[in-house]
């Protein structure tokens, strides 16, 4: 999960790191207001995509009727598909130099690699590229107490100066406090700015989450923004259905994210477009099924729909009866292929018989005629 610039402030303030004054706002007039007494106000679009600076959503204003007006600019923009709808107002930090603090997950080590690096501002991603050894790494371990000693020298090398330094420490401890306790995947500070006057500020902040561990941090899970997933997702998260949205016409119906991600492959294979990623679990509860199907018919470009059950845990009658509670509730015109093998397959395929629904063994077969369907409808 991702979150805004302003919520990683708001956190980074809570851990102790020091940040310089912001105040969110979804106005020009607004903007204007909480520059009053400023000497130099940032106005930062707030979207949950990089490389805002970039797009112009980040300009520095002089006076507060600047800010008003780059305020109403910043708010008419869409960055990389987001219509801005806040922004952030920031004191404006003089800047002598542009650090990066940063600290990713690293699932192979079991650890946190924290990078630093002196040529900061820019996409970290970029100078990984363009200057490797200039993004210093080491690796700190959740499960071990810190070493102050290294993390010191490790730090020097972007930040001599003892006072800086001793800040720049400060700063990175809380930041793996912050990274642990919230289950983070990323943190970084960039820029991490020193100013002429030696005080190391945050004057950007962006944190991730793993969303697995959500459960634990129900304060983190409230942070979550609902333009990071479209409204079936976030519809399917709270039915524990797990789905994904995808561009395709044929939707999906599948147990099992492996079975998912196969047919996903198979109607590609055979020329077709699925709608989305679906994965009912591995329990078979009818009216799981049933809220599957209603939030895949809502998606007016899906053509036809697939529904692929390798029964196994998962038993195929539920699954049936599942459609047909869908059917009552529906009033869906768009064709379904249904596969259904495994467990109770015989009693499964008998009550949509009954109900005059057909239901095949056949993975191929099933895959080519909802592509012919789907083309059908198009
Ligand atoms: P990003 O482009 O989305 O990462 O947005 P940032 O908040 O990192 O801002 C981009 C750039 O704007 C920074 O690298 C700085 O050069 C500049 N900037 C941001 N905040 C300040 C500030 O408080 N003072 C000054 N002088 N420049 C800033
Ligand atoms: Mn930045």
Redesign the pocket.
């Known amino acids: 999960m991702k979150i805004h ?1 302003y919520q990683a402030r708001d956190l980074f303030r809570q851990y102790g790191i020091p940040v ?1 004054d912001y105040v969110l706002v979804s106005s020009p007039a607004e903007a204007r207001q909480a520059s009053v007494g400023w000497k ?1 106000t ?1 106005v ?1 679009a707030q979207v949950l995509a ?5 797009a112009g ?2 300009k ?1 204003a002089d006076t507060p009727e600047e800010v008003e007006e780059k305020a109403g600019k910043i708010l008419g923009l869409e960055i990389k598909g987001y219509p801005v709808e806040k922004i952030l107002v ?6 002598a130099k ?1 650090h990066y603090l940063g600290m990713v997950l690293d699932r192979a080590k079991q650890g946190v690699t924290l990078m630093l690096t002196d040529q ?4 970290i991603e970029d100078l990984a590229v363009s200057d490797p050894d200039a993004i210093h790494k080491i690796t700190l371990y959740p499960h071990r107490p810190l070493d102050d000693a290294a993390l010191k020298s490790f730090l020097a090398k972007s930040i001599p100066e003892e006072n800086q330094l001793n800040q720049a420490m400060e700063a990175a401890k809380s930041l793996f406090e912050l990274f642990k306790a919230t289950d983070a995947s990323l943190a970084e500070i ?2 991490y ?1 020193l100013t002429p006057d030696g005080e190391m500020l945050a ?2 902040g962006k944190v991730n989450f793993d969303d697995n561990a959500l459960f634990r941090h129900p304060e983190i899970a409230a942070l979550r923004n609902p333009e990071e997933e479209s409204q079936d997702e976030i519809e399917a998260r709270e039915k524990n259905l797990s789905f994904v949205s995808l561009d395709g016409d044929i939707g999906c119906v599948v147990n099992g994210a492996g079975l998912a991600m196969a047919t996903m492959d198979i109607i590609k294979h055979y020329g077709g477009d699925a709608a989305n990623f679906l994965d009912v679990g591995g329990s078979s509860d009818p009216q799981k099924v049933a809220e599957a199907l209603k939030i895949i018919l809502r998606n007016p470009r899906v053509n036809a729909v697939l529904i692929n059950i390798f029964g196994g845990i998962t038993r195929c009658d539920d699954i049936a009866n599942g459609l047909l509670i869908a059917r009552k509730e529906l009033d869906f015109k768009v064709p379904l292929v249904i596969r259904l093998v495994g467990t109770n397959q015989d009693e499964g395929r008998a009550i949509l018989e009954k109900a005059g629904l057909k239901a095949g063994d056949n993975l191929d077969e099933a895959v080519k005629s909802v592509i012919e369907a789907a083309k059908e409808r198009s």
């Open positions: 610039e310089n130099q940032v930062k990089g490389g805002r600076g970039k959503g980040v520095l920031c004191d404006a930090a003089p800047i542009e900061g501002g820019v996409d960039n820029p700015a004057l950007d």
